[in-house]
């Protein structure tokens, strides 16, 4: 094996590998080769640095038929185990959607980066969807030219701007094509270089103007310069829903005292570097705009809506691609 697959044997057994005669529902683990960037060595370009690193993902294939695009979920700072991630996935197989599941933190030894923000690079996602889009196209039940980044918090901010022309044309997928951008509550408190230089896949942002993690407004605004330069970008908004409006495991309201957030601050690439235009110095977790407390809260009403309006796109991108 060249390491970029690895199929459990008892999965195959069980689900039944693909053949020239018939083909079966799938549920295997991909190993996908990627690399941990820092901020400046992305800004920059420089896709030769860093250090090597192999993640994985958990592919689902529900429908028994060929070829199939697929959405690849992005997860936040909680980690791997994300109930966003998790309750999309289901949801989105249950619809006969393929899926995959990325895990950005196991291969790095990280778990949860809530209370650790400077632990993670702002930009390490992007460069690992980009490398899963070209994984998933080597395999024989994925239809490569139809990929979808969804992703939530820190990796909606990679389905977000993994859409930048600049970023795709350093990094982007050489094997694959991605046709649609759906980032779930990002932080859109960046100013990036040719931010507005993206291509022509639709972007999509759900968001709840209640959020205290990643707030709205920076988000409504980039939208904003977006559609005015013509480009296909449209956020949606859920009164009153908090960060992870989409995960049940937290039915109640949940306060994290220690988690960091950006919300306050602005993040402004100059040089081939985040700075914060208050300091003048590169941007980090422990800048006096950075706080610590957050909320989130399940919000089923918001759930429902934006499962309805992902549906809906993803039937109209995936028919007319």
Not at 11 to 31: H, N, Y
Request: aromatic content about 8%.
């Amino acid at each position: 094996m060249d390491g970029r697959f690895a199929f459990p044997v008892l999965s195959i057994l069980l689900l039944g590998a693909p053949c020239a005669a018939t083909t079966q529902p799938l549920d295997v683990r991909i190993d996908i080769p990627s690399r941990t960037l820092s901020d400046s060595d992305f800004l920059r370009g420089e896709a030769s640095a860093g250090t090597p690193v192999t993640l994985s993902g958990r592919l689902i294939v529900p429908r028994d038929t060929g070829r199939q695009p697929v959405v690849i979920l992005l997860h936040g700072s909680d980690g791997p185990h994300s109930a966003s991630a998790g309750g999309w996935q289901d949801h989105l197989n249950g619809k006969g959607i393929a899926a995959l599941r990325l895990d950005s933190f196991t291969g790095r030894g990280l778990k949860d980066i809530s209370g650790e923000q400077n632990s993670f690079g702002q930009f390490v996602q992007l460069y690992d969807a980009y490398r899963a889009a070209d994984a998933l196209a080597e395999h024989p039940r994925v239809d490569g030219s139809r990929i979808v980044l969804m992703g939530f918090s820190r990796g909606g901010n990679a389905a977000l701007y993994s859409a930048m022309r600049r970023f795709q044309t350093a990094f982007g997928p050489t094997k694959a094509r991605l046709i649609a951008h759906l980032p779930f509550y990002a932080a859109c408190n960046f100013e990036l270089v040719g931010e507005l230089d993206v291509t022509a896949a639709p972007i999509r942002l759900f968001h709840g103007t209640a959020d205290d993690w990643t707030p709205i407004a920076p988000c409504r605004a980039y939208v904003e310069r977006l559609a005015a330069a013509g480009r296909d970008a449209a956020i949606t908004e859920y009164d009153g829903a908090r960060h992870a409006f989409d995960s049940v495991m937290n039915p109640a309201y949940v306060e994290h005292p220690d988690a960091q957030t950006s919300r306050n601050c602005v993040r402004r690439e100059v040089n081939g570097e985040l700075v914060n235009p208050d300091t003048r110095r590169a941007f980090d977790y422990a800048d006096a705009c950075v706080e610590r407390g957050t909320s989130v809260q399940y919000n089923a009403s918001a759930t429902n809506a934006a499962r309805g309006a992902v549906a809906e796109l993803l039937g109209k991108i995936f028919a007319a691609n």
